[in-house]
């Protein structure tokens, strides 16, 4: 059989003219190269080169073999190349895993990312929450996904990318003038977001941790599903929400005007990670988008932390009246 390593040798030795040179070329030793060539005229029965003083002369056998050992040490070059470029170009669907408000934190500007750096790559957004996604992630149904901390069973690898703050929000200046208790918490009427997973939603958990260490209880007033809706339905003066900093940063002019918004005292906060199943050694694909979703959430986390969303706290307002 002709192998590869033969057509190499034969061919540097045509080009250089002798195997010493063959083989300072190719980097092998000289008998390496000499029993390449061998083995090659033996395989096909003849002559290759004939020895003139020092130097080796091609046959007629080796000029008509000439082309076609050019044409197979190409096409395996060819070979090679198109398959880094398989690797180097990403391909296939990667579905990531995202919480309700992820949209806010990630959403278009995401998807614009990978498909400016992996034109070759589809993307789907999964939730609606981070009960049911972490559920996805551990039957194996996702590879990777961004959730907030924390979360019961420690069944997955997690990576902090960002660190939010809760706030309180009302169409009343005066409610906002001052860092709110949970005292106030439990004595306002208040709308609140992700009826559907009140049970286990992170931030009713810190909310309501948090009224009960003074005694009181969170009862309140309406309920929905969208944090959009809670704003809209704060911004008339029915009831008072909270909503996480980033949320505001990521709403930017859409928020509902005349509202206003405060910290609470003591601060809360929330930590939202990217996150997989432990020793999984992530698709190229998945790790090249965990990657872009953890810059965004990075730089966004820079953002709400050293800024205040839109406005100031104290009472001022949220949006332009």
Known sequence: MITLQQLRCFQATLEHGSFTAAAAALGYAQPSISEQVRLLEKHLDTRLFRRVGRGLVPTEAARALQPHATAALAAVDAAGRAVASVRQVLTGTVRLGVFRTARHYLGSHLVADVLTRHPGLRVELVGPHSVPVLDQLRRGALEVAVVALPFGGADVTARRVMRDELVYVS???????????????????????????????????????????????????????????????????????????????????????????????????????????????????????????????????????????????????????
């Open 171 to 321: 169409a009343d200046a005066a409610r906002a003038s001052a860092p709110v208790t949970p005292a106030q918490l439990t004595a306002a009427q208040l709308v609140l977001p992700d009826v559907s997973w009140r049970q286990e939603d992170s931030t009713r958990r810190h909310l309501l941790a948090g009224v009960q260490a003074v005694g009181g209880s969170l009862h309140p007033r309406i309920e929905v599903e969208e944090t959009e809706t809670a704003l809209e339905i704060a911004a008339t003066g029915l009831a008072d929400t909270v909503t996480w900093r980033g949320v505001l940063h990521g709403l930017a002019e859409r928020v509902p005007p005349g509202l206003h918004w405060a910290p609470l005292s003591p601060p809360l906060h929330e930590t939202f990670a990217v996150v997989h199943p432990p020793n999984a050694e992530l698709s190229p694909a998945a790790e090249a988008v965990a990657a872009l979703a953890t810059a965004r959430m990075r730089r966004l986390d820079t953002a709400v932390r050293y800024a205040p969303p839109i406005g100031s706290s104290g009472g001022e307002p949220l949006s332009a009246p």
